[in-house]
Every structure is written in structure tokens, then in C-alpha cells.
């Protein structure tokens, strides 16, 4: 019998059929463009019609390994032939090569984890961990701030995206040390003197956890002021609280360390991971718990699980990913090659006016774009964007350069296998593009 020869879709029809059988995420769906990409390979990926983009943002700051990585895709397909699933009540090897693996890496004493699906399910399940062991209801979480589009996890969020998501009780939202452009930073003493009045007034006793970004990512990549993390860690201690720390965006060499907390010689009671867990080849999260924490369910049920929990072909393809960063030392690259994009930073914001801050740590970064260098006015206004903002992003497209654009800032997240070459090759493109923000400020 002939094997029937599908004819291989256009970029049109490809982006036309997604259009009219999904739906897009965090969109209106009228007036939307998807981009049809056909193949990706290193910091790059190539779309149907032809076009090669620079990945700026890692796809979603998770591709850390870079696009096509062979020992990810291998370590993939050989579990996909052995053993493709099973359920998370089962045992099987990549669960336990990956469990231990994990413990070797984690910050201090933390060496047992809970899979989950991704990020979200994984803030969920540390949520529901502290507030189970702890006997509190209330959680503590800062304005700048995304956890995911889950139920707790989105009221966790600060930012916008919560407010059509306020479903959910019990958390209590505090200010971070960043108050955007125009007011600036508190120093750490400011800030932790801010959050300790609120727990004083919210009652120490009913907060189980406070959940903190050790890096706030999408809202602007803020590095907090040296001490203000450890002096977190000193409050949470005090009052009994658990500090959770998301490192679902900074975990795995994004910052020049194995985990942003490492930068603090911080160790949270929980920690949440997904993205760069696997470089994002498949879905799987985890929430890592010290041992104090992990031994309250040796007697007390875990009242949670979903049917991929733990799921082979994630946990495969997490130690295929580790193997990457090791081999090649990703997490040394995105240290030095950090101090690289740093560095062109400092020549972009002295190059254009338009630059209001310029802030990174390892390959995580961000360009904050101002209309006046001396108000410091946003070049977009805050949860909104701007005529310039939307010139610029439809620059970098038409350069070939993805990267991802909240208000007024450019994220420069690439993946960790960058070079020197390929860096230039991006600044470049950005340094073309930002004479737009240039010329709104000479308007």
C-alpha cells in the first residue's frame, strides 16, 4: 500500500489554522499575527518563510540551553522508546537520577523535590506546602511580581495580570525595594523595615510563607540591594514564616550562578523550578524542600498530585539538560559572557538618550526606555505601551530579533550557549532600533 504524501502547510496556513482552532495566551485574538517557525538551532530559530531570528529572550527566559541541543533531544528519545510514561505512584530512573542530581545542586540542605508540570503548578504546590505545615493562612507577596496564571499562584502575582484573576483569598501584598524609574530604590534597610511593619500589623502568626521572585523578572529585572534577601531569610526566621523562592525564570546558570540565591548564600525553605529545568524541550517543574519541611509529610498526607507529575520523558530530558550546562559549562558562560552584555549596556545607555537604566546579572537583563533622561518619564506608562514602544518592537522583528517587551523596558535574556560574536550581532540590532526611543525624546 503507498504511503499518502502530505503536502508540507505554508507559513500563511499554518499561522491562519492556529488563529481559527486556538486560542493565543494574554491576548485578544482579533488582529493577532503568530509567527510560523519551522526550526530553531542554537540562539537562533527559523521561521516557515525563510527568515532567521536572534532568540534575545530565550523564548519565554527558558531556552537556556539553547534551541536543538542533541544531548536533550537524545536523553528525550531514548526514554520516549523505554518507558514513554507511567504513572507518578510508580518508581522509575530518570525520576531517581534526576532527584539526586538535584540535591547535589540546591542551595544548602535542601534534597528532596515534588515534580510538577511547570512553574505555575509548582508556586501552587509550595503554597499549599507551607500553608499545610505552617497551620497559617496567609501568604506574603511583593507588587513586582509574576508567579503564573494558576489559581494561588496568580493571586500571588502582583501585577496586573492578577487583577482579572482575584479569585482567591489569603495573600497579603507588601512593596518591593524598586518603586519604578521616577522614585528609585529603598535601600535594604528601608525595605525590610516596610516589610516588617506589615507583618507586625498583618499578625506573624497567621503568614505561613512569604514568596518572592530573588530577581523579579517580566516586571523589569530588579536586582534587589545586597543584604535585602538575607535580611529576608533573618525576618522569616523570627516570625516562623517559610520563605519561598520562585526561581523559575533565575534558576539553572541564568544569573552567573546555579540559582539566583546563590549570589546571597541564601537558603529558602522552598524553592520553585521549571523553565530552564529541562531548557523547556518538555514541561516539568519541581518544588525543592528542606529537610525540616519535607519531614512533616513522613507521617502527615500530601494531599496533591496530577497525572503527569514526575513524568519520565521531563525527568529525561532535565538530566539531559543538566548534562548540557555541565559539559559546557553554561553557567560559567552566562557569567562571563554577562559581564560582556553588561558591558554593552553601559554603551547603549551612553550611545541613547533614550535609556533611562540599564540593569543585568549573568545573561538576565533589561533596558528601562525614558523620554527624558531628567524626569525619567516611562517611554510607556506602567501595565500600557506607547506609539515608540510599539515602533520598536516591530524594529526588532523586522531586524530579525526576538526578544520580549513589557512597558517600557527590553529584555536581554539570550540563551546561555552564547558567544561574544553572537552578543555583538544582537547589540547591534538593538543599537539600530533604539534611535526610535532617540527621537521621541528629541519630539
Not at 130 to 153: D, F
Not at 197 to 205: F, S, V, W
Not at 297 to 318: E, R
Amino acid at each position: 500500500m503507498a504511503t499518502k504524501t502530505v503536502k508540507a502547510l505554508s507559513a500563511e496556513e499554518i499561522s491562519e489554522l492556529c488563529l481559527r482552532h486556538t486560542l493565543y495566551d494574554w491576548s485578544a485574538q482579533a488582529g493577532l499575527q503568530p509567527m510560523a517557525v519551522e526550526s530553531a538551532k542554537g540562539v537562533y530559530f527559523h521561521t516557515v518563510d525563510g527568515r532567521r531570528f536572534i532568540d534575545f529572550n530565550s523564548q519565554l527566559m527558558c531556552v537556556n540551553a539553547g534551541h536543538g541541543d542533541r544531548r536533550i533531544i537524545e536523553a528525550i528519545k531514548r526514554q520516549a522508546d523505554q518507558l514513554p510514561y507511567i504513572s507518578p505512584f510508580m518508581a522509575h530512573e530518570p525520576r531517581a537520577r534526576l532527584g539526586r542530581k538535584l540535591a547535589e545542586l540546591l542551595p544548602g540542605d535542601i534534597d528532596k523535590v515534588l515534580f510538577t508540570l511547570g512553574g505555575a503548578d509548582a508556586n501552587e504546590n509550595a503554597i499549599k506546602i507551607a500553608r499545610t505545615v505552617t497551620g497559617r493562612p496567609k501568604i506574603l507577596a511583593r507588587y513586582r511580581s509574576y508567579h503564573g496564571s494558576t489559581g494561588a499562584a496568580v493571586q500571588a502575582t502582583g501585577d496586573p495580570r492578577r487583577w482579572p484573576n482575584e479569585f482567591a483569598t489569603g495573600v497579603v501584598h507588601v512593596l518591593d525595594p524598586y518603586h519604578g524609574i521616577q522614585r528609585g530604590w529603598d535601600t535594604a534597610e528601608e525595605a525590610l523595615a516596610d516589610l516588617e511593619e506589615t507583618i507586625e500589623l498583618e499578625g506573624p502568626k497567621t503568614i505561613a510563607a512569604f514568596i518572592l521572585e530573588p530577581i523579579t523578572g517580566t516586571n523589569g529585572i530588579l536586582i534587589p540591594p545586597d543584604g535585602y534577601l538575607q535580611g529576608v531569610r533573618a525576618l522569616c526566621d523570627r516570625f516562623g514564616i517559610m520563605l519561598i523562592c520562585d526561581e523559575v525564570m533565575t534558576g539553572f546558570g541564568r544569573t552567573g550562578r546555579w540559582f539566583a540565591v546563590d549570589h546571597w548564600g541564601v537558603v529558602p525553605d522552598l524553592i520553585t523550578l521549571a523553565k530552564g529545568l529541562t531548557s523547556s524541550y518538555v514541561p516539568l517543574g519541581a518544588v525543592g524542600m528542606r529537610p525540616r519541611v519535607a519531614s512533616y509529610f513522613d507521617d502527615h498526607v500530601f494531599y496533591g498530585g496530577l497525572t503527569y507529575n514526575s513524568h519520565p520523558l521531563g525527568c529525561a530530558a532535565a538530566l539531559g539538560a543538566i548534562q548540557a550546562y555541565e559539559e559546557d559549562d553554561m553557567v560559567g558562560n552566562s557569567a562571563r559572557m554577562g559581564a560582556v552584555l553588561a558591558r554593552h549596556h553601559r554603551k547603549l545607555q551612553e550611545r541613547h538618550p533614550c535609556i533611562g537604566a540599564a540593569r543585568s546579572i549573568g545573561l538576565f537583563g533589561g533596558l528601562e526606555l525614558v523620554r527624558d533622561r531628567t524626569t525619567l518619564e516611562p517611554l510607556a506608562p506602567f501595565n500600557g505601551t506607547s506609539p515608540e514602544m510599539k515602533a520598536i518592537g516591530k524594529a526588532l522583528v523586522d531586524a530579525g530579533m526576538h526578544t520580549f517587551l513589557r512597558w517600557n523596558v527590553i529584555m536581554t535574556n539570550p540563551p546561555l550557549c552564547i558567544t561574544e560574536a553572537e552578543l555583538d550581532e544582537g547589540f547591534e540590532i538593538l543599537d539600530s532600533v533604539l534611535e526610535i526611543g532617540d527621537r521621541a525624546l528629541a519630539s
